[in-house]
């Protein structure tokens, strides 16, 4: 398929690729003997599966649309033509959940058009949650409209604080009091991209970290605004190749969390 093919193939192809993806991750993680577990920093999880979903999802992509530009986690990086849209995917987020055997985890691709994201796929093949969404189309999970939640106050929220070690241990606790002193309930999960997920269907109200990398946090951007949320400006700056500090939320959040994280460096 020549680029000319629109935002809307993109979204059906990379749909189905996060399914097809998801099934490959989900039968090596029942087969705990299918991988060995590695680390490419403290805390920085790393399995022989991350590469081999990766090589798959940018295959399925880059055949059905040459030209396109790619960037994984794991490495997998494709200079596209001048102004192409550019894939960039997570083969698997929440990768110490993976490794452990906790079924927290997913699939995460996005495809941006310059600072634009037209299309955001999570699938978290655990539960056969499919969450999607495409600029100006709405956000769904299997094929139900999904709404960001209602709630207005932080002392009834969950919020989840994401942590990595990036940031660094101090700034991180900062943040998690800064969050839990305003009474709301706070937990870390170990996937950024699921967590934004959530915040998109309502299932919790804000996700707020230090520090985020583009590929775990772009999909689920965009489900969170298609589905009426608030979200900082990630890419501004060097966001897509150095990543950013991030807040996500219901609307009635965005004022009072944007105050109480007080996140530096955080572009509104
Ligand atoms: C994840 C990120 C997030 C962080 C998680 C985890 P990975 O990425 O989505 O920034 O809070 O702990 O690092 O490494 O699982 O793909």
Redesign the pocket.
Known sequence: MTDAAPMQTRFHAACAVAREAGFLAKRRFLDRSSFTIGFKGPQ??ITEVDGEVERLIQSRLIEAFAGDGFIG?EGAGLVGSPGAPIWVV?P?????NFARGAPHWCVSIACILGVSIEVGVIYDPMLDELFCARRGAGAWLNGAPMRTAETADLGKATIEV???MRSGLAAFMALLERVAATGAGVL?A????LGLAYVAAGRRDGYV?NH??SW??LAGNLLVTEAGGYVSDFLAGEGLRKGNPLIACAAGMKAALVKAADIKGLAL
């Open positions: 920085d999880f986690e997570d698997i987020d929440g990768t110490s994401g942590w990595n870390r170990g996937s950024g991209a970290e985020i990398n775990d946090c």
